[in-house]
């Protein structure tokens, strides 16, 4: 008789444990979204700020030291190559001209003399009517003659490029983008610590490039000939096609030995097609592209999660398996700033857990879930942002650091 009362009582407290589970559990349901694993394209982003500038840029300065007399441009002026630009005065070097053309003439006389008297010695020593000294002594002083002819004319030479100097032609097709003297001004040249006068600079603005930074952790993925999309700032949302032309090959770091130290590498992108409107120093965004998928398999960035500490940890999502979230270890592989390539791990039509981010981030092996239907009408969007709760906030808000984020790097 005790048997059978203690049989009893252990299946009353078995089924009371039962529905005291089950009752527990069934308040634990947590509402998520899902998204379905699909194939479709998928692009890897390198974005950085740059700004406009020529592809080819000649500062022009002045080889000799002189006043300006003649400006013959304005800041904006188209220039053909050769076209006089601006004229020094020329007087000290048509002087030099002058000087060195009457040395030449001198010297050229003294040559004619000094050979005549050789020639002339030069059959006297062959009848032995001169010492050998003497013919030696005439012979030296021909020869001295001769290399001061050359070295006159070197000196005439010399003095007319000097003074061709102080015309100055443009030595390229463009446009005088900076203007920064006037007539009257002097003039003076570099040396190895003082700059030069840097009288104008020409652009030929038929061929346009973006100089951007990029960051280094971005760079390694960067190579030449890759497909660009730039946004120059003053033309909105007008988007130009370009290809990178020019990767550094070293660093720039700014903030060194700081907390915020960054290392920049210049990358420059070409234009595919000039606009006329583009100017020099117009700031713009370059997006690089520098993988591209056309048929991946693809997620949404925000369904990955990563579970377990340190080296045990897991990179993963979680599927949707009879009513229970459970996580499944993944691969990935290049990502765009909302989706993320998989590359092992899931089959394509597969469900995983989107969000909110609230619930995803706590959101355990096992648990479980009750999937948010997505409405059906446009009424029903007011019912959508009613149910998302607490985590639908949170998760908007996260979207939107990730990705700005992504662009940032």
Same mark, same amino acid.
């Given at each position: 008789?005790?048997?059978?009362?203690?049989?009893?009582?252990?299946?009353?407290?078995?089924?009371?444990?039962?529905?005291?589970? #089950?009752?527990?559990?069934?308040?634990?349901?947590?509402?998520?979204? =899902?998204?379905? &694993?699909?194939?479709?394209?998928?692009?890897?982003?390198?974005? !950085?700020?740059?700004?406009?500038?020529?592809?080819?840029?000649?500062?022009?300065?002045?080889?000799?030291?002189?006043?300006?007399?003649?400006?013959?441009?304005?800041?904006?002026?188209?220039?053909?190559?050769?076209?006089?630009?601006?004229?020094?005065?020329?007087?000290?070097?048509?002087?030099?001209?002058? &000087?060195?053309?009457?040395?030449?003439?001198?010297?050229? !006389?003294?040559?004619?003399?000094?050979? %005549?008297?050789?020639?002339?010695?030069?059959?006297?020593?062959?009848?032995?009517?001169?010492?050998?000294?003497?013919?030696?002594?005439?012979?030296?002083?021909?020869?001295?003659?001769?290399?001061?002819? +050359?070295?006159?004319?070197? %000196?005439?030479?010399?003095?007319?490029?000097?003074?061709?100097?102080?015309?100055?032609?443009?030595?390229?097709?463009?446009?005088?983008?900076?203007?920064?003297?006037?007539?009257?001004?002097?003039?003076?040249?570099?040396?190895? @610590?003082?700059?030069?006068?840097?009288?104008?600079?020409?652009?030929?603005?038929?061929?346009?490039?973006?100089?951007?930074?990029?960051?280094? %952790?971005?760079?390694?993925?960067?190579?030449?000939?890759?497909?660009?999309?730039?946004?120059?700032?003053?033309?909105?949302?007008?988007?130009?096609?370009?290809?990178?032309?020019?990767?550094? #090959?070293?660093?720039?770091?700014?903030?060194?030995?700081?907390?915020?130290?960054?290392?920049?590498?210049?990358?420059?992108?070409?234009?595919?097609?000039?606009?006329?409107?583009?100017?020099?120093?117009?700031?713009?965004?370059?997006?690089?592209?520098?993988?591209?998928?056309?048929?991946?398999?693809?997620?949404?960035?925000?369904?990955? =999660?990563?579970?377990?500490?340190?080296?045990?940890?897991?990179?993963?999502?979680?599927?949707?398996? #009879?009513?229970?979230?459970?996580?499944?270890?993944?691969?990935?592989?290049?990502?765009?700033?909302?989706?993320?390539?998989?590359?092992?791990?899931?089959?394509?039509?597969?469900?995983?857990?989107?969000?909110?981010?609230?619930?995803?981030?706590?959101?355990?092996?096992?648990? @479980?879930?009750?999937?948010?239907?997505?409405?059906?009408?446009?009424? +029903?969007?007011? #019912?959508?942002?009613?149910?998302?709760?607490?985590?639908?906030?949170?998760?908007?808000?996260?979207?939107?650091?990730?990705?700005?984020?992504?662009?940032?790097?």
């Amino acid at each position: 008789m005790k048997k059978k009362i203690f049989i009893a009582a252990g299946i009353i407290v078995v089924l009371l444990i039962i529905i005291l589970l #089950n009752i527990k559990f069934k308040g634990k349901t947590i509402t998520v979204k =899902v998204e379905k &694993v699909e194939r479709g394209e998928i692009k890897s982003v390198v974005s !950085a700020p740059g700004r406009v500038s020529p592809k080819n840029e000649v500062n022009i300065s002045s080889d000799i030291m002189g006043k300006l007399i003649k400006l013959n441009v304005r800041e904006g002026d188209q220039v053909k190559r050769g076209k006089i630009i601006a004229e020094l005065e020329r007087t000290r070097e048509e002087a030099a001209v002058e &000087v060195a053309r009457s040395s030449l003439y001198s010297a050229e !006389a003294s040559f004619e003399l000094k050979k %005549s008297t050789f020639k002339r010695k030069e059959k006297l020593y062959e009848k032995s009517l001169i010492s050998k000294e003497e013919f030696e002594v005439s012979k030296t002083e021909f020869r001295m003659a001769e290399l001061a002819v +050359d070295e006159r004319r070197a %000196s005439l030479k010399n003095a007319l490029e000097n003074l061709n100097k102080t015309i100055i032609r443009s030595p390229i097709n463009g446009v005088v983008t900076r203007l920064n003297v006037e007539e009257g001004e002097t003039v003076v040249t570099g040396t190895m @610590n003082n700059p030069g006068t840097v009288l104008m600079v020409l652009s030929d603005l038929s061929q346009m490039e973006v100089e951007c930074e990029v960051d280094e %952790s971005d760079i390694v993925d960067l190579e030449i000939d890759q497909f660009a999309e730039i946004n120059v700032d003053a033309f909105g949302d007008s988007i130009f096609e370009g290809h990178v032309v020019e990767i550094s #090959n070293a660093g720039r770091t700014s903030g060194m030995g700081t907390q915020e130290e960054v290392t920049n590498f210049e990358v420059k992108v070409t234009f595919d097609k000039t606009d006329s409107r583009l100017r020099p120093g117009m700031s713009s965004t370059v997006d690089i592209i520098s993988a591209l998928r056309d048929s991946a398999l693809k997620i949404p960035i925000q369904c990955i =999660v990563e579970r377990g500490k340190d080296e045990k940890k897991k990179t993963g999502v979680f599927i949707i398996e #009879n009513d229970k979230a459970n996580f499944r270890e993944i691969e990935t592989g290049i990502s765009s700033e909302i989706d993320i390539e998989i590359i092992e791990g899931l089959e394509e039509g597969e469900m995983v857990v989107s969000g909110p981010y609230s619930v995803l981030l706590k959101l355990k092996d096992g648990d @479980n879930v009750k999937v948010k239907k997505p409405p059906k009408e446009k009424g +029903d969007k007011e #019912n959508e942002e009613k149910d998302e709760g607490e985590g639908g906030k949170e998760e908007k808000g996260s979207g939107r650091g990730r990705k700005g984020a992504r662009v940032g790097g």
